[in-house]
């Protein structure tokens, strides 16, 4: 239901935007995150955002680089990320929190991922 594109391999400094789209129903009420989770490492919280792109909130490793955003109309949120470093190379998911209020956990309906790799 939850399906994120726009990985791939980019070299530090640079910039990618992550897309997740959502089928089968709607989650235009719900706040809605991308997680991320490097090799051989725990998955960690990195953006969300509020049903009515209002409300935003990030890890602190990631402020003033990314930034997420949605389109309830095309039933996406997209994840622009800036002066990428090569610490930032993971598996990107996206994940929908099915309440109103933002937070980093409670997720669920997750994605498949998508690989994003920065490179020294």
């Known amino acids: 239901q939850l399906q994120a594109s726009g990985g791939g391999l980019v070299q530090a400094g640079g910039s990618l935007t992550l897309s997740c789209a959502a089928s089968?129903?709607?989650?235009?009420?719900?706040?809605m995150g991308w997680f991320r989770q490097a090799a051989g490492k725990e998955r960690k919280f990195v953006a969300a955002?509020?049903?009515?792109?209002?409300?935003?909130l990030y890890a602190d490793f990631v402020k003033g680089r990314f930034t997420i955003s949605r389109d309830n109309a095309k039933n996406t949120v997209y994840l622009q990320m800036n002066s990428l470093k090569p610490e930032d190379t993971a598996v990107y998911y996206c994940?929908?929190?099915?309440?109103?209020?933002?937070?980093?956990?409670?997720?669920?309906?997750w994605g498949q991922g998508t690989l994003v790799t920065v490179s020294s």
């Open positions: 089968g129903r709607t989650f235009s009420s719900y706040v």
């Open positions: 955002i509020t049903g009515s792109g209002g409300s935003t």
């Open positions: 994940a929908v929190r099915p309440y109103l209020v933002i937070a980093t956990t409670d997720y669920h309906y």
